[in-house]
């Protein structure tokens, strides 16, 4: 008898062990329970303020927004055009807009409410406002210069880099295509900036010296709030780089530097090669995380092929730059799955900004997913909002990505709860992750 008892009883022990293993497996698909878990969560996580890693906050007409201009007639994904009507929707939450288009008539009443808020909240009033409608904490300014009406606290600058490739003749550059005949000049003119900056004259002749002028002029932006340095460089280059001695580089500068005649496309390659790895080490010296656009990009002539993000696996698993940061912008989109597994270094981070713009939630969703399945201490929120016009400004589309974002982020994680892969308490602490704190601990606590 006694013996039965034992039996039944490990029988009862195994069953239970079982039992225990089969609920801890995860599903291959959701089940019914996922629409109650998404309407569960959605309200803790638009309760939660945000970091907003990549956005170009300012006005319409402020030159000063981005380091770069649009071409002409450039084309836009579907999501992102003016007649996009969740455009509507943002105007009604951000400012009580009473109509339902937005026919010339009608946003002339959107023009006027966002003027008189401005009176209302005057300097940095304003765009504090827009923040806290959207539940955001503070979000990264990349712009060619801060304004006097963003709030520091509340913007934290990442300033542009990519000038400092471009100091010779540039004929050849801006002739290549015309993206590059409006793209190129904007190099130029911000070079000019940083030297007046720096009270430089010219470039100096000697190459030494314009090495020193990089570093007092990164360490003069760092001094004025600077919080990281910002690469667009896919829209000029390819974005692979090879490793070529400073001497080399040396060498082509001087030959250069006096202006008049135009550098060979390789000679130009070969010294921003190395311009651009001086940079990033010095991203570790000074503490400034290096940010580097890696999705697709604007014009007709931006090179999807020579700008994929694994083309700067060299640069990243590089053991030299093992103390500097880097944060994939826009996370390689449309690449999202071969960037997730840069993040796999330990100093590599991934920003979603854009993703969550030119998708619809129901396929952002699956992207926030795959990332939060793989390393989601890694990855970071952002809006890339922009001052379309004067109409549809940065307000709408900060918007758009706050609430773009929440949305994807509650359905990935209500579809791993659902399928066995989460808790829904971790699924709150992956939450805070993505929309803050995974940002935040990136910057050692500098921002918040």
Not at 53 to 65: L, N, R
Request: contains cysteine; glycine residues 6%.
């Amino acid at each position: 008898m006694t013996r039965r008892i034992i039996i039944f009883l490990s029988l009862l022990v195994v069953a239970a062990s079982f039992a225990q293993s089969a609920a801890g497996q995860a599903r291959p698909l959701p089940g019914p329970d996922v629409q109650q878990i998404y309407q569960r969560l959605l309200p803790e996580i638009e309760k939660i303020p945000a970091f907003d890693h990549h956005a170009h906050p300012g006005f319409a007409d402020d030159p000063d927004v981005d380091a770069m201009a649009a071409p002409p007639d450039a084309s836009e994904p579907l999501r992102t055009r003016d007649d996009n009507p969740e455009l509507i929707a943002a105007a009604k939450a951000l400012f009580g807009y009473p109509y339902d288009d937005l026919s010339a008539e009608h946003a002339k009443w959107l023009v006027a409410k966002k003027s008189e808020l401005k009176k209302q909240y005057p300097g940095a009033a304003y765009f504090d406002l827009i923040l806290d409608k959207i539940n955001t904490e503070s979000s990264v300014a990349n712009r060619a210069m801060m304004a006097d009406y963003l709030d520091p606290k509340r913007f934290p600058w990442v300033f542009f880099a990519d000038s400092f490739m471009w100091p010779f003749n540039n004929r050849r550059e801006t002739a290549r295509n015309p993206d590059e005949g409006v793209f190129i000049p904007l190099q130029e003119k911000m070079l000019h900036r940083w030297m007046q900056q720096e009270n430089v004259s010219q470039l100096p002749a000697k190459f030494n010296d314009y090495l020193e002028f990089i570093v007092r002029t990164l360490d003069d932006n760092t001094k004025r709030g600077g919080i990281a340095m910002k690469f667009e460089v896919a829209y000029f280059r390819p974005t692979t780089f090879s490793d070529p001695p400073r001497s080399q580089a040396e060498e082509i500068y001087e030959k250069y530097a006096s202006g008049g005649v135009v550098p060979g496309e390789g000679e130009y390659r070969i010294f921003q090669d190395y311009i651009f790895r001086y940079l990033v080490g010095l991203g570790g010296r000074f503490h400034l995380p290096v940010h580097i656009h890696t999705a697709v990009g604007i014009g007709d002539y931006f090179n999807l092929s020579q700008s994929n993000v694994m083309g700067l696996e060299s640069v990243l698993r590089d053991p030299r730059y093992h103390s500097t940061t880097f944060v994939l912008i826009h996370g390689g989109y449309p690449l999202e799955r071969e960037a997730i597994w840069l993040a796999a270094m330990k100093n590599v981070y991934i920003d979603s900004s854009f993703g969550e713009l030119a998708q619809y939630p129901a396929a952002f969703k699956d992207t926030l997913k795959m990332w939060l399945e793989t390393f989601p201490e890694k990855i970071t929120f952002g809006t890339d909002c922009f001052p379309y016009n004067e109409v549809l400004g940065a307000e709408e589309s900060y918007w758009l990505g706050a609430e773009s974002s929440r949305k994807a982020l509650t359905a990935a994680l209500a579809e791993m709860i659902s399928e066995n892969e989460i808790t829904e308490a971790r699924a709150l602490e992956l939450a805070h992750g993505y929309l803050h704190d995974n940002a935040v601990k990136l910057y050692g606590g500098k921002v918040h």
